[in-house]
């Protein structure tokens, strides 16, 4: 069983930077592809960006250019660097974990981190 905990979330003006990191325990955080995921109000949750446990990145094209997704696997985390925030960016954002060899889907989930960007 994998815990997922996000932080790195607040409040950030157009334009602005954020980094979330996702700490990982109770599992082998290498044998994961670790997805970011966002869900803004009445919308619903849509997959960010990944990074597969080969280490292949891939991006959504709402984000691409000014998200990058890295890991580190011997601090068991992931991490989403965020620039050029816009005010659509605005969502909770979460990370999950899928297993290499496993259900092939993102069984363990995170609490969430909220990230607003302000116009």
Do not use: H
Not at 4 to 26: D, H, K
Not at 73 to 86: D, G, I, P
């Amino acid at each position: 069983q994998v815990q997922l905990v996000e932080s790195g979330g607040g409040l950030v003006q157009t334009g602005g930077s954020l980094r979330l990191s996702c700490a990982a325990s109770g599992g082998t955080f290498s044998m994961y592809t670790m997805g970011w995921f966002r869900q803004a109000p009445g919308k619903e949750r849509e997959i960010v960006a990944a990074n597969s446990w080969s280490g292949l990145s891939s991006y959504a094209d709402s984000v691409k250019g000014r998200f990058s997704v890295t890991r580190d696997n011997a601090k068991n985390t992931v991490y989403l660097q965020m620039n050029s925030l816009k005010p659509e960016d605005t969502a909770v954002y979460y990370c999950a974990a899928n297993k290499r060899g496993g259900t092939g889907k993102y069984d363990y989930w995170g609490q969430g981190t909220q990230v607003t960007v302000s116009s």
